[in-house]
């Protein structure tokens, strides 16, 4: 069957591929899945602050009512905080309009579940059924869903996320962050909890724009060099950059250095560790040893998934898993809610930084580094899965391995680093990434295994 969600819901170019006939009918074929179990249900919609939002959210918000559906509309908020108040108010269903860090003429659809989490891919699949069958279920003109709006989700939000840390003790220490919501649905959020965490804090994009004017809203190192720089020029305590809906926050630190995500997944989850004593935890196979590192010197144990948040946060419920995340900057606290959540990592760092009394260069010295090389092939969709067999039967040839794992792709482990092999899910590449102790080594085990990926394309 063709696929219409990808890994982070439905995307496409606004009024392309992502338009209002597709919106319209993915409320409808959402809103038939829920009938189908729930005789009135009432789903939540919110969006990010792309300008395509409202054209895209009536589309959604008009599927669903003619299904029978109720639609609340929370208006312009951070993807967690939809989330947070679908399972906070026990609604049924959340809808959240957006395109995560994509640029500005993209725009999403995701669903969420009624415990706030991303849908799971059978769900997903059974409304791509729907969709594609167009056997939508109507309401009668009597029982056509009725829409309301509700402007108190940020404010539950809030003080939901301060519930979770030691709002007076952060307090006492004053911090001062550097904050850039790249323009994104973050700044209607991370200003005011900063400022409830008696933070001094100094603003860089935190006005909702949709065109994004400040920055690109991927919070990698090439779109947050203004954030370095304000970071050191103002000394502040440490910088944070959000992308475009807030659920994945990247830190600076005070130096106005940029941490790798798999540096601050690591920091955090090491004092998780700490706080509830060991446990579970949950992560992609792409994320660096260091997670694993810190997470069992602290008693805790690692799970690894396929890539992906809803397959992360899956995992973790069937585990009862206390942390997980990816390495991108998407942190996932289950003590509050399911999903990645950019409010949840930087509370969470300021109570460290409170409770380790350290800068958070010092801290972050401490967790082992490695070094990663990224590197990708382009390969036909219909080569993969040959090329996929093969590597698994040359691999068991290979002398240097000593253990092999399949959670996602092909991930090969040596005595010192591991290479993983993984055909993309959404593009005709194929991924090679290698972790070693030196750079020179990873640079090199790279280009080995690329090259053999490589002939096996070549030659498939
Ligand atoms: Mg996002």
Same mark, same amino acid.
């Given at each position: 069957m063709t696929r219409l969600f990808g890994t982070n819901g439905i995307r496409g170019v606004v009024n392309q591929d992502m338009n209002s006939t597709l919106a319209m009918e993915i409320g409808q074929a959402y809103g038939t899945y829920l009938k189908n179990t729930i005789p009135r249900p009432t789903c939540v919609i919110g969006t990010d602050a792309r300008l395509s939002n409202h054209m895209l959210k009536s589309a959604v918000t008009a599927g669903f009512l003619s299904t029978g559906c109720d639609i609340v509309d929370v208006g312009v908020v951070p993807t967690p905080t939809l989330q947070y108040t679908v399972k906070e108010k026990h609604f049924d269903a959340g809808v959240i309009i957006t395109a995560s860090h994509n640029p500005p003429l993209y725009n999403g659809i995701k669903g969420t579940a009624?415990?706030?989490?991303?849908?799971?891919?059978?769900?997903?699949?059974?409304?791509?059924?729907?969709?594609?069958?167009?056997?939508?279920?109507?309401?009668?003109?009597?029982?056509?869903?009725?829409?309301?709006?509700?402007?108190?989700?940020?404010?539950?939000?809030?003080? @939901?996320?301060?519930?979770?840390?030691?709002?007076?003790?952060?307090?006492?220490?004053?911090?001062?962050?550097?904050?850039?919501?790249?323009?994104?649905? @973050?700044?209607?959020?991370?200003?005011?909890?900063?400022?409830?965490?008696?933070?001094?804090?100094?603003?860089?994009?935190?006005?909702?724009? @949709?065109?994004?004017?400040?920055?690109?809203?991927?919070?990698?190192?090439?779109?947050?060099?203004?954030?370095?720089?304000?970071?050191?020029?103002?000394?502040?305590?440490?910088?944070?950059?959000?992308?475009?809906?807030?659920?994945?926050?990247?830190f600076i630190d005070e130096n106005g250095s940029y941490l790798w995500g798999d540096k601050s997944l690591s920091l955090v989850g090491q004092y998780m560790m700490k706080k509830t004593k060991g446990g579970i935890t949950v992560t992609p196979v792409t994320t660096s040893t260091c997670f694993e590192d810190v997470i069992t010197q602290n008693n805790g144990?690692?799970?690894?998934?396929?890539?992906?948040?809803?397959?992360?946060?899956?995992? &973790?419920?069937?585990?009862?898993?206390?942390?997980?995340?990816?390495?991108?900057?998407?942190?996932?606290?289950?003590?509050f809610q399911y999903c990645r959540d950019s409010a949840m990592s930087l509370v969470t760092m300021l109570e460290i930084l409170a409770s380790e009394e350290k800068p958070l260069s010092e801290l972050i010295a401490h967790i082992p580094s490695y070094e990663m090389f990224k590197t990708k092939i382009s390969c036909p969709n219909e080569?993969?899965?040959?090329? &996929?067999?093969?590597?698994?039967?040359? &691999?068991?040839?290979?002398?240097?391995?000593?253990?092999?794992?399949?959670?996602?792709?092909?991930?090969?482990?040596?005595?010192?680093?591991?290479?993983? &092999?993984?055909?993309? @899910?959404?593009?005709?590449?194929?991924?090679?990434?290698?972790?070693?102790?030196?750079?020179?080594?990873?640079?090199?085990?790279?280009?080995?295994?690329?090259?053999?990926?490589?002939?096996?394309?070549?030659?498939?």
């Open positions: 009624n415990d706030g989490a991303e849908l799971t891919k059978d769900v997903e699949e059974a409304i791509e059924q729907i969709y594609f069958s167009k056997q939508f279920l109507l309401s009668d003109w009597r029982t056509v869903g009725r829409y309301s709006t509700w402007s108190g989700a940020i404010e539950l939000y809030i003080k @939901g996320v301060l519930s979770q840390v030691d709002v007076s003790k952060i307090k006492k220490h004053h911090f001062h962050v550097v904050l850039d919501c790249g323009n994104g649905a @973050g700044s209607l959020v991370a200003p005011l909890l900063l400022k409830k965490l008696g933070c001094t804090v100094t603003l860089l994009n935190c006005e909702p724009d @949709g065109r994004f004017p400040g920055r690109h809203s991927e919070p990698i190192p090439e779109n947050l060099t203004g954030l370095m720089k304000k970071v050191s020029e103002t000394h502040a305590s440490f910088g944070v950059g959000l992308d475009g809906d807030a659920d994945r926050a990247i144990k690692v799970i690894y998934t396929k890539v992906g948040s809803p397959i992360v946060a899956e995992v &973790m419920k069937k585990n009862q898993a206390v942390f997980g995340g990816e390495e991108n900057g998407g942190l996932i606290f289950p003590a080569k993969k899965i040959p090329v &996929m067999d093969r590597l698994a039967e040359e &691999m068991k040839h290979h002398k240097e391995i000593i253990r092999i794992d399949r959670i996602d792709g092909l991930k090969v482990f040596m005595t010192d680093g591991w290479v993983l &092999m993984r055909p993309s @899910g959404t593009e005709p590449i194929f991924r090679v990434y290698v972790e070693a102790k030196q750079k020179q080594k990873a640079e090199q085990v790279a280009t080995y295994y690329k090259n053999i990926v490589d002939s096996f394309i070549q030659s498939g």
